[in-house]
């Protein structure tokens, strides 16, 4: 389980209290969507539970245990909002071997299987992909480092109406095992959600009512 106490969080060069006392718990197979308008602090959110940042206050525990931003990294998979700015291979094969050199073909098979890619052209540059795809794909990168905890940044931003119900299920299976959180400026999309639900407001976390389903 997943544990945030007391999370303040003020960036260095910021005036106000970006997060100001979250407190928040996530355990496998109750996944967490975070609503809030654009600059809320859902990103810096994501930034500080996987030690991208630094909280001013608080703690972060990991099955009752306080853990460094260091070990958070390690911890966490992140999915970011624009995985296209993150890509380094110069084809999806290659994307998914780094730091995998051993992977087999099998292997980023069965990956891409996972999310939704299998068929796609191993040899295409991560960039020809959809925007959707291109999520897929990074969200295919954090599966392979087998994170703990999973965090998606506005993971249907720019998708296709279409796809969202796939995007949707995918998460709610990845979420069966391991601690997920999802943050998102359209909630709507969400409808459906399986989970918790809370709202990203003047740096505080209000719980919501479910969605319907
Ligand atoms: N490194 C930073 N330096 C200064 N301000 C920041 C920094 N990171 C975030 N902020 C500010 O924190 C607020 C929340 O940003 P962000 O977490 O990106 O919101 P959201 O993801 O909800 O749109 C914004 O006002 C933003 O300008
Ligand atoms: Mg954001």
Same mark, same amino acid.
């Given at each position: 389980?997943?544990?945030?106490?007391?999370? /303040?969080?003020?960036?260095?060069?910021?005036?106000? +209290?970006?997060?100001?006392?979250?407190?928040?718990?996530?355990?496998? &197979?109750?996944?967490?969507?975070?609503?809030?308008?654009?600059?809320?602090?859902? =990103?810096?959110?994501?930034?500080?539970?996987?030690? $991208?940042?630094?909280?001013?206050?608080?703690?972060? !525990?990991?099955?009752?245990?306080?853990?460094? *931003?260091?070990? /958070?990294?390690?911890?966490?998979?992140?999915?970011?909002?624009?995985?296209?700015? !993150?890509?380094?291979?110069?084809?999806?094969?290659?994307? $998914?071997?780094?730091?995998?050199? /051993?992977?087999?073909?099998?292997?980023?098979? @069965?990956? $891409? *299987?996972?999310?939704?890619?299998?068929? +796609?052209?191993?040899?295409?540059?991560?960039? *020809? $992909?959809?925007?959707?795809?291109?999520?897929?794909?990074?969200?295919?990168?954090?599966?392979?480092?087998?994170?703990?905890?999973?965090?998606?940044?506005?993971? =249907?931003?720019?998708?296709?109406?279409? +796809?969202?119900?796939?995007?949707?299920?995918?998460?709610?299976?990845?979420?069966?095992?391991?601690?997920?959180?999802?943050? =998102?400026?359209?909630?709507?999309?969400? @409808? &459906?959600?399986?989970?918790?639900?809370?709202?990203?407001?003047?740096? /505080?976390? !209000?719980?919501?009512?479910?969605?319907?389903?």
């Amino acid at each position: 389980m997943l544990e945030l106490h007391n999370i /303040r969080f003020q960036p260095a060069t910021s005036e106000r +209290v970006v997060l100001d006392g979250i407190n928040l718990k996530v355990t496998s &197979g109750q996944p967490v969507l975070i609503s809030g308008n654009s600059g809320s602090g859902k =990103t810096s959110l994501l930034e500080v539970i996987s030690g $991208l940042a630094g909280a001013k206050e608080g703690a972060i !525990h990991w099955n009752n245990e306080t853990l460094t *931003r260091r070990q /958070r990294r390690w911890l966490c998979g992140v999915v970011f909002q624009f995985p296209e700015r !993150h890509f380094l291979g110069l084809n999806i094969a290659q994307e $998914l071997k780094l730091g995998h050199k /051993r992977l087999t073909s099998e292997q980023s098979n @069965e990956v $891409l *299987r996972r999310v939704g890619l299998s068929g +796609v052209d191993k040899r295409q540059a991560p960039e *020809r $992909l959809s925007g959707g795809q291109q999520r897929r794909l990074a969200l295919a990168v954090q599966l392979l480092r087998r994170p703990e905890v999973l965090l998606l940044d506005e993971p =249907t931003a720019g998708l296709d109406w279409s +796809v969202r119900t796939e995007v949707l299920e995918l998460l709610l299976n990845l979420a069966r095992d391991r601690p997920l959180i999802v943050v =998102t400026h359209e909630p709507d999309l969400f @409808e &459906g959600w399986r989970g918790n639900h809370w709202k990203l407001k003047e740096g /505080r976390l !209000h719980a919501l009512s479910p969605l319907p389903l």
